[in-house]
């Protein structure tokens, strides 16, 4: 499914570029699919449901909820800006926290540490495929909500 068809138009222009300073920053490279849709939809609120990060809160959510996870015992990895560090991109209403890994190879996949299970999920989808499929639905998890009719209402965060 497109992202306008989920997302309704761009609500942010250019900030693919800021996201590739921060990697840059940090010491990795983001994947392109990444970088693409969080230089165009990031730094909003989804269905009152997903936090998902950009440019511009990235740094600021890595400093302080990634600090946590990384004090947490279900979180296996470390976070960025920690060397070799996972990508903490977002949140749920429920305290979800989401994470891109790097498996290597410029292979990044999503994987969650679910807070009402208490535990770390990991997928093998990446970015793209997995935003885009829980989105529109296509992707069946028993810790999304089932989503009100499409395009999905943003809230931008200034």
Do not use: K
């Amino acid at each position: 499914m497109d992202l306008t068809e989920l997302l309704g138009p761009p609500v942010r222009l250019g900030e693919g570029a800021r996201l590739q300073e921060v990697a840059s920053e940090w010491g990795v490279e983001f994947p392109a699919d990444f970088l693409e849709i969080a230089g165009a939809y990031g730094d909003v609120g989804i269905s009152e449901y997903i936090f998902f990060c950009g440019a511009r809160e990235i740094r600021s959510y890595a400093n302080g909820m990634g600090r946590r996870m990384e004090q947490s015992d279900s979180v296996p990895c470390r976070v960025l800006p920690s060397s070799g560090g996972a990508l903490l991109w977002g949140n749920t209403i429920e305290g979800d926290q989401l994470f891109l890994v790097d498996r290597g190879n410029g292979r990044w996949t999503v994987s969650a540490f679910r807070r009402n299970w208490g535990d770390w999920l990991d997928t093998d989808l990446g970015f793209g495929e997995w935003f885009t499929g829980v989105l529109a639905g296509e992707i069946e998890t028993d810790w999304m909500p089932e989503w009100p009719p499409l395009p999905h209402a943003l809230e931008l965060v200034e």
